[in-house]
Each structure stands twice: as structure tokens, then as C-alpha cells.
């Protein structure tokens, strides 16, 4: 009997250069826009490309290991195909004071997605619970209060691409994983390239498919965590992808 062990898993992150957007920084924080397709930590399947890594050589591993070695600086996460803003801690005074900070919804989060179909307001709230999937344990879903999370998102119709397509904004209050992907879809209006929750290509067959879920964090202000009477307010424009399908749709469904 042969048995061959697996290598031992990373105890620690490794430094990578990999250039990533830098919105703000300082001593205590650092704020960046994710490209669209990195992950934010390792985990299984993942190698040495995640924006830990990157930031770990950015800020020469000064980033706070008070939520783990594996995941230094993390106080909250985006989806790997979602880009967008997102702050990291470099002190461990910042990392819980970020924590206290989202965990009490004390700051502002804002979203922009593509979305299939066009809504008849011009904007709405949901409330509906969110709760892993029972069948397919990598997904959310819409759930009952007792196997949910309460979970709040404000939209708002800000464009529209004839009946086929609407840009939406969208303003959430709690951090539920998949959260604007759940709701829209469950509100009948799925992201583009959003297979797992509902998108289906044929329905805008006119375009080229969508490669990712079209959805991109564009704004996060708050308070800043160490520094009192400092407002951090940062936005991230959107990337090429996301700015060409737009341009896409408003040129055909005009």
C-alpha cells in the first residue's frame, strides 16, 4: 500500500505583486477597487492571486492578523466574479472598530448591477430573509425567518434599455452573502451573467453573453474607524466590461 500525503496547506500569506487600484490609505486602512475575477482570500481552490495577496506586497505585510494569518486585513468581502470598493484593516484597532462598524450597519454601501428586464417603478425595498440553499450548498436563497438572516436591500431604477435592461443601484443594509444577486432575481429581475440565480443569455439574445455577473460595488462611506471626525467617502468606477455592455445595450435596445 502506497499513500502519498498532500503537501501541508499555507500557515501564512505570501506577498505577490499584483497591481490592484488603491482609493485611499493610510496608517490604519486601506481602500481599493477588486477587479472583477479575483478572489478576496485564499481557500480551496485558490492559489497565489487573491487580493491578499496582492495587498500583503502592497503594504510590505503590514495588514492586521486579527481575523486569521489566512485572511489579513479582511472585514468584509465581495463575490470573486463582483468588483468594486473595499477597505482593509492595517491595525488590529482599526479591524475590530471596522467590525463593530458593519456588524451595526454604521456606514453606507452602494452597488450598481445590469440587470435583465425592466422594473414599472422607479424604486423599491426588500426584506425577504436569505438562507443557504437546501439542495445546492453553494448557493443562497430566499428563506423562512427561522433557517434565514434578515436581510434589507433599497434599489433604484436609474437607467432603462428599451424593455429588455435596466442599470440599478443598489443600497444595502446588511451583508448577507449573494444578497443583491437573491433579491433581484427573487424580484424577477436577475444580473446579467448571473447564471446561478436565474439570467438566462437567450433573453437578450441580441448582445454578446455576458462573461460575469454584471455587478459592481461603486461607493462606501464611512466614518473613519480610528480617526474620529474623519469621513472616508470613496467611489470606484466601473470596469471596461461593464461600461462596454451598457454602451451595448443602450445602442440596441434604444
Known sequence: VEIELPPPPPTEVSPVDIPVEVLYE????????????????PGSGTSDDTLVHAMMHHTKGNLSLAGGVMRPGIVHRLDKETSGVMILAKTDNAYYRLVEMFSSRALDKRYIAICCGVPTVRSGVIRKPIGRHPSFKTRMCISDDANGRDAHTEWFLEEKFGNKASLISCKIYTGRTHQIRVHMSDLGFPILGDYIYGFQKNKLKEIPAAQRVMLHAYKLSLDHPTKPGVRIDVQARPPRDFLDTVEILRKTYA
Open 26 to 41: 493610510d496608517g490604519d486602512v486601506v481602500v481599493v477597487n477588486k477587479p472583477a475575477g479575483m478572489t478576496v482570500h
